[in-house]
């Protein structure tokens, strides 16, 4: 199917995914809106509602208004990236200066295991470690490795990736973005590290660096791509895609009401 381009990519999605089941439905409706209209019944009452479901089916199974929700994100989190860049350190005060690099995890998929989101975040963060002085302090926070073996696990992880053990800190207490910052900037303050390089999802960074901002930090800025490419082939990931944009528009919110931003 891959040969016939978009078409194979519906075609596919109609064997498989939302797109089926849409099709089956209204399928079997209008064999019985058919056969009520050959014997001179009226239509089953609530047909209009039918329809209308299997069209909002239908689009929320396109990513491609996602797609568009998460733009002002995006662009919100390119700005801050360049407005706040990682720099290297200059000569003189600015390279004795204490740093850690911040990642803040995006999930867990097992109480000892972070995400793929969160991984993303890792390897990125440690792109950026590895560009600054040795020395540099990698603090790794993710609620949900709380469990028992959650924290030795993603520990001996970073230990693998190259971080030593005496410059590692992972946290995993926090539960939401304001733990995350709020916890770290005690970290940070305990430790008494001076330069902060934030790293997050391009999605979340406009959220997470409000709140690094409003607990007196103002790191510089790294953003993990964690863009998705755009399609207008139906699937069913679109829904937790939109559920994640939507996530960050109500955190943005929420946490506005709440003072934390």
Known sequence: MRELGILGLWL???LIGPLALIVAILLVFSLIAHRRRRQGQPLPSGWTCIVSVCLLLFVLSLPYSAYLLERPLIWRAHKLEKQFPVTP???????TLKTAVLVLGGGVTRPEMPNAGS????DRGLAVWQKIPPGAYFIFTEGGLSQPGGADWTREYLVFRGIP???LIVEAE????HQNIKLSSRIIEENAIEKVVLVTS??????AYQVAK???????????LEEPELTFCPSWQAPLYLSAVLNEYFGLAGYALLGWL
């Open 12 to 14: 596919k999605s109609l």
């Open 89 to 95: 350190p200059a000569t003189g005060d600015e390279a």
């Open 202 to 207: 391009l999605r979340h960074m406009p959220r």
């Open 119 to 122: 991984f993303t975040r890792i």
């Open 214 to 224: 409003k607990n007196g930090l103002v790191p510089q800025v790294a953003c993990a």
């Open 165 to 167: 053990r005496a410059q």
């Open 174 to 177: 926090a539960l939401s973005t």
